[in-house]
């Protein structure tokens, strides 16, 4: 089983839709939760760091569950440019890495 | 300001052959790491250094692989005998935070293509 699952995708949807993702993480000692987007043949970069009480930047919206290992990044009124694979990461604070999803692709169509 | 570069950009090798990947972290960052991403595949960790030395190499997948950053700023990740499952984007990453809790900046990648 893979430390930090995703749903893969493709995930259409029209321009000003809303959509969720979510992702599961395995390491219950996880303490620091990020999303990152990934444009096509591009390096990641941050989109938001996911609190525990949940947090929010402009369109999107980032939760966590700690009790059931949960993350989940929720976009509101889609654009075109919202179009990219979200990849969900975790980083275990006595660790040196990030552990990066399998990321999940959005394709926002007219 | 300057971000994360490496070169290059993309690489051919023949089966065998050693390549020589170059990652410049911004300036002053104490963290690097370097990931490796396959097609279609979130990136897997490889290795990492804070200033000059390496405090984990837990993902490096052989033997064959081996990093170095001497003087804590400029890394080269090295694949010896390269091998057609080496084929990947290589990502470096860097943070000014110890262990990278924060976030991570990267640079685009070098694409090997092991022929």
């Known amino acids: 089983r893979k430390e930090v699952e995703q749903d893969p995708g493709p995930f259409n949807v029209p321009e000003g839709a809303t959509v969720a993702f979510n992702c599961t993480y395995s390491?219950?000692?996880?303490?620091?939760f990020f999303w990152y987007r990934q444009d096509c043949r591009k390096e990641p970069k941050l989109l938001m760091s996911?609190?525990?009480s949940g947090n929010e930047d402009g369109r999107f919206t980032a939760q966590l569950n700690r009790a059931s290992q949960y993350i989940s990044l929720l976009i509101r009124d889609s654009k075109l440019s919202d179009s990219a694979t979200y990849l969900c990461v975790v980083n275990n604070n006595a660790g040196n890495m990030l552990t990066f999803g399998g990321g999940t692709r959005l394709m926002v169509k007219p | 300001g300057a971000g994360v570069s490496q070169s290059p950009r993309y690489k051919v090798a023949k089966r065998g052959q050693d390549v020589a990947l170059r990652c410049d972290p911004i300036s002053g960052h104490v963290s690097l790491f370097w990931y490796q991403q396959a097609l279609g595949q979130g990136p897997e960790f490889l290795t990492y250094f804070q200033n000059e030395a390496q405090l984990d190499k837990s993902g490096l997948p052989s033997d064959r692989f081996f990093a170095e950053r001497p003087e804590g700023s400029v890394s080269t990740l090295k694949i010896q005998r390269t091998q057609q499952e080496d084929s990947a984007v290589y990502l470096c990453?860097?943070?000014?935070?110890?262990?990278?809790?924060?976030?991570?900046?990267f640079g685009p990648g070098t694409r090997l293509t092991v022929t």
């Open positions: 996911v609190y525990s």
């Open positions: 990453a860097s943070s000014s935070s110890p262990g990278g809790i924060y976030e991570q900046y």
């Open positions: 390491n219950s000692a996880s303490q620091s």
